[in-house]
């Protein structure tokens, strides 16, 4: 079946630091994939996604590219801040349009 | 305003009382879900309708319930809460493949 694999955290940056957190996945066809993003206390939102190969998402300076070849989606930004301090979760609909499956989430924390 | 609520946002109960936690969509969604989520476990899709009259278990439907009988509205129904079912729970909707949407959240303590 379909599932996705994110790298465990907590991941520690200091602020203005690069970022990185990894997301691979299993699915037949062509799924669309998406980065939530989980702040302390409150729900999830969405934010960013791409719904075919090599589109690439981008929001609040976070960008993934849908890597068909890799079956990737890694979430990167540039310089992090305090307030980018979630956990962030990757996920996927099948192409079937089913469940929205998601990674265990990684927790990061930017320290200033 | 899109948006999906739920309530109560808390709830604090004891074991083997009856409780629901209501969800409703203004977005005209087919498609709604309850998750729950729980630390090192990440979410788990507890059921799930893709229509009204339309209901089906997700990864862990066991000691919950729902129904679909309006499309808007998409209750959780705990008949006999038992402590492990001390969790956080989401609320979601979305049409077919397109992005979904989450409520805040209802944070509950069987006891």
């Known amino acids: 079946g379909n599932s996705v694999t994110q790298m465990e955290g907590p991941v520690t940056l200091s602020e203005e630091a690069f970022l990185t957190i990894n997301c691979t996945y299993t699915?037949?066809?062509?799924?669309?994939l998406f980065w939530y993003v989980q702040y302390p206390g409150e729900g999830l939102q969405l934010l960013l996604k791409?719904?075919?190969?090599?589109d690439k998402g981008s929001n609040k300076g976070f960008e993934a590219t849908y890597r068909k070849e890799t079956t990737s989606f890694h979430l990167e930004k540039g310089s992090v801040q305090v307030s980018d301090s979630a956990v962030y979760f990757c996920?996927?609909?099948?192409?079937?349009?089913?469940?929205?499956?998601f990674g265990k989430g990684t927790t990061l924390s930017v320290s200033s | 305003e899109a948006q999906v609520t739920q309530n109560p946002r808390y709830l604090i109960t004891v074991t083997g009382k009856k409780l629901t936690v209501t969800c409703s969509q203004n977005?005209?969604?087919?498609?709604m879900s309850w998750y729950r989520q729980d630390p090192g476990l990440g979410l788990r899709q507890i059921y799930y309708?893709?229509?009204?009259?339309?209901?089906d278990k997700g990864d862990v439907p066991e000691g919950y319930k729902v129904s679909r009988k309006e499309k808007r509205n998409f209750p959780l129904i705990l008949e006999s809460p038992s402590p492990n079912q001390t969790s956080l729970y989401f609320c979601?909707?979305?049409?077919?493949?397109?992005?979904?949407?989450f409520g805040p959240g209802t944070r509950l303590l069987v006891l």
């Open positions: 979601a909707s979305r049409r077919g493949s397109e992005t979904q949407y």
């Open positions: 699915a037949t066809g062509y799924p669309s």
């Open positions: 791409a719904t075919k190969a090599d």
């Open positions: 996920a996927l609909i099948g192409q079937a349009g089913t469940a929205l499956i």
């Open positions: 977005m005209n969604h087919e498609y």
């Open positions: 309708s893709m229509n009204v009259e339309v209901t």
